[in-house]
């Protein structure tokens, strides 16, 4: 689903970015109790920016630096950790200016749990994984091959299973923000996001019309819509689109598939169970007092 945060004000961004890089270094300790800048750009997290003071468990202290960190394993509807959360978060764009750089990094060791130095057309030179521990631990980057580059930071956590997090914190390197190549990114991002929504949701449309023909009245209405807002992403300021197209995107979405006869000419039940037994490194488990049913934890 298109993720409306890509939409992020301007105005909010310069404010977390000057915190991040005001003194010739970039930093993001997140000491600030915001993201400084970082963004969604796949998948979802209930609680981006941990602030724990010992690890899930047990009395160890975190090993995070100061108050708050990254986290892809925190739920801020619950206390219990969740290794289930996928997704991909990048940060601001920055111009390298030193050698080396710096951070903290714990969680899963996998290959697909790790955070990456990417170039700024968002090639990963570097990688930084997890112990598959819960102990940040320090971590450095010879980053001399690209001094005088723009590059960014991604966060990847694509795995669901055991130690299938990853957490992120007191990042440090010699540089500064680059905030129109930041916004060029995210506007680039924006529009292909959406760009890539317009054909299923036409094919979406085409198909229930002839599927259900008259049980589906309006698809005249919603392709004219559809056709409407294509036209207004041509014609934006350089292909970007504003929130106000991505807020009409999503409302004609939602009438369009909403409107299937089947949903409308039939009352449904969702049920919405807890997981039967937690176990911090299961996320997904069976019953064991039901054969053959399955419960995906949430």
């Given at each position: 689903m298109m993720n409306i945060r890509l939409g992020i004000c301007a105005i909010l961004l310069v404010t977390s970015l000057t915190v991040a890089g005001a003194d010739?270094?970039?930093?993001?300790?997140?000491?600030?109790?915001?993201?400084q800048g970082w963004q969604v750009v796949e998948g979802d997290?209930?609680?981006?920016?941990?602030?724990?003071?010992?690890?899930?468990?047990?009395?160890?202290?975190?090993?995070?630096?100061?108050?708050?960190?990254?986290?892809?394993?925190?739920?801020?509807?619950?206390e219990a950790p969740d290794d289930g959360q996928t997704g991909i978060v990048e940060s601001p764009v920055f111009i390298l200016n030193g050698p080396k750089a710096t951070m903290r990094v714990g969680g899963g060791s996998h290959e697909n749990t790790y955070v990456a130095l990417c170039t700024e057309g968002g090639e990963e030179v570097l990688h930084a994984r997890g112990r598959d521990s819960q102990t940040m631990h320090p971590v450095t980057w010879d980053v001399s091959p690209w001094i005088g580059?723009?590059?960014?930071?991604?966060?990847?956590?694509?795995?669901?299973?055991?130690?299938?997090?990853?957490?992120?914190?007191?990042?440090?390197?010699?540089?500064?923000?680059?905030?129109e190549a930041t916004q060029v990114r995210q506007a680039v991002r924006m529009h292909a996001q959406i760009e890539s929504d317009f054909l299923p949701?036409?094919?979406?449309?085409?198909?229930?019309?002839?599927?259900?023909?008259?049980?589906?009245?309006?698809?005249?209405?919603?392709?004219?819509?559809?056709?409407?807002?294509?036209?207004?992403?041509?014609?934006?300021?350089?292909?970007?689109?504003?929130?106000?197209?991505?807020?009409?995107?999503?409302?004609?979405?939602?009438?369009?598939?909403?409107?299937?006869?089947?949903?409308?000419?039939?009352?449904?039940?969702?049920?919405?169970?807890?997981?039967?037994?937690?176990?911090?490194?299961?996320?997904?488990?069976?019953?064991?007092?039901?054969?053959?049913?399955?419960?995906?934890?949430?």
């Open positions: 010739g270094l970039v930093r993001f300790d997140f000491e600030t109790g915001d993201l997290f209930s609680k981006l920016l941990g602030d724990r003071a010992f690890e899930f468990g047990n009395d160890t202290p975190y090993t995070n630096q100061g108050d708050y960190y990254l986290t892809t394993l925190e739920r801020a509807d619950s580059q723009r590059v960014f930071l991604r966060l990847v956590d694509q795995h669901t299973g055991s130690w299938g997090h990853i957490t992120f914190d007191d990042f440090e390197v010699k540089g500064q923000i680059d905030l949701l036409r094919q979406a449309i085409t198909h229930l019309s002839q599927k259900f023909a008259d049980r589906y009245p309006n698809t005249g209405e919603y392709l004219s819509r559809l056709d409407a807002l294509e036209a207004s992403l041509t014609q934006s300021d350089a292909g970007v689109p504003s929130q106000q197209l991505f807020k009409e995107f999503e409302a004609l979405r939602q009438e369009a598939l909403l409107a299937h006869p089947l949903l409308q000419e039939h009352s449904m039940l969702f049920v919405v169970r807890h997981q039967y037994t937690y176990d911090h490194h299961n996320t997904h488990n069976f019953s064991p007092d039901h054969e053959n049913e399955f419960n995906h934890g949430h």
